[in-house]
């Protein structure tokens, strides 16, 4: 931005004021007389209002032909204007075109959705995709503000991995000087070494999963914030996790309201996302869905329609807790009380939208989770170091992971992951 440029979000302080604007023409109507120019500067849009009478004929003629995402320095006077999403409009004094923009591929009419995917690169400027990644910006700060006031220390784990976290099968191998890695599925195992070193600990970055789920709540590269805390039981992780999503909801709705209803989301069921979480075990659930008559059976995982009927009658977010053990990761802690069940929990989204986090007690027994660890079938030699967490001073320790993505879809309403991510990687889908 040149040095005496005024943003459009700032511009409600400057009414009365002559300023310049840079930025892209989003849209033009013309009445022959007047030509409105919708202008966007990434903090705003703002209308521009150029009269024929007032203007010396070359600036009109440029107001009159300028095309739909040229790039373009506008010098106007701000006035109030209460219909304006902004609050102020520009009376246009000159319009100069830095770079003319020719046949832009997004038009208003409706594209589909390989179309715009393949245009991603453009389809950011567009006003809904522009407001989602705005409130995905807002999230990933109130994320990281909130456990940082709550004492977490980030420590980042690496992406580079000799092992598995989540599972053997949605591993992306890679070669790693002569040494077979790969990219990591979560930060979890990492984040116990990090919280042994300081009590509450998170990190928060890309994850991969070669999933082979063509669904829209899959991604391939997706990102994660995991918080993991020392001396903490499955209910202590509960609460902090429906604390913490209470805590990130409020914040994203003070701060992206407009965003929020340029979406057109449902900003009520948003304001009810207030702890406690209605909490329920694994078999309440399991038992839901035969009664909702669905085929589903003991000992499986939910799938998407599963985890969409159990939404039905929740009003907020819910818990899923104490999943069969065998599905679900090496490192869960078995519950005393039912030696097939994990102390594990899930929470789901409602309105549909199913897992948002998954999270659970670990196994703190250095002999049982050798044992786990020769059950899945994983080599022990690769998670020595992790063995050592419990040689060296083992504690009951819990985290939880949320997925980016999984929140932002729920919280801004929007149906597919794709659209929440400025660079969606999906089964069959590497570019842009
Ligand atoms: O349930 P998951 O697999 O749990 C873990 O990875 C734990 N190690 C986290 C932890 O305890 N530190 O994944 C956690 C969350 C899910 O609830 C979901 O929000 C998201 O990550 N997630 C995905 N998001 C988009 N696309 C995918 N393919 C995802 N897989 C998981
Ligand atoms: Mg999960």
Known sequence: MSRDATRIGALEARIGEEVLLEGWLYNRRSSGKLEFLLVRDGSGTVQCVAAKAELPGDVFARCSTVTQE???????????????????????????????????????????????????????????????????????????????????????????????????????????????????????????????????????????????????????????????VAFAALEDVMRLIERFIEGIVGRVLAARRVELQILGRDLAALERVKAPFPRLSYEEAARTLRERGLPFEWGTDFGGTDETVLTE???????????????????????????????????????????????????????????????????????????????????????FGMGIERALSWIAGIEHVRETIPFPRMLNRLKP
Request: aromatic residues 12%.
């Open 70 to 228: 040229s790039s373009v320095r506008v010098r106007g006077l701000v006035r109030a204007d209460k219909r304006a999403p902004s609050g102020v409009e520009l009376t246009l004094r000159d319009l100069e075109i830095l770079s003319p923009s020719h046949e832009y591929p997004i038009t208003p009419k409706e594209h589909g959705p390989d179309f715009l995917l393949n245009h991603r690169h453009l389809w950011i400027r567009s006003q809904q995709q522009h407001a989602i990644l705005r409130i995905r910006h807002t999230l990933v700060q109130a994320c990281r503000n909130w456990l940082d006031e709550e004492g977490f220390t980030l420590a980042d784990a690496p992406i580079f991995t000799p092992s598995a976290c989540e599972g053997t099968t949605t591993l992306f191998e890679t070669e790693y000087f002569g040494e077979k890695a790969y990219l990591t599925q979560s930060g979890q195992l990492y984040n116990e070494a990090t919280a042994m070193a300081f009590g509450k600990s998170y990190c928060f970055g890309p994850t991969f999963r070669a999933e082979k789920s063509k669904t829209r709540r899959h991604l391939i590269e997706f990102w994660m914030v995991e918080p993991e």
């Open 313 to 399: 009658g929740y009003d907020r977010p819910f818990f899923v807790h104490r999943f069969p053990a065998a599905v679900k990761a090496f490192y869960m802690k078995r519950d005393p009380l039912d030696e097939r069940l994990s102390l594990s929990c899930d929470l789901l989204a409602p309105e549909g939208y199913g897992e948002i986090v998954g999270g659970g007690e670990r196994e703190d027994d250095l002999e049982r989770l050798v044992e786990r660890i020769g059950e899945h079938r994983l080599p022990q030699e690769a998670f020595e170091w992790y063995l050592d967490l419990r040689r060296y001073g083992s504690v009951p320790h819990s985290g």
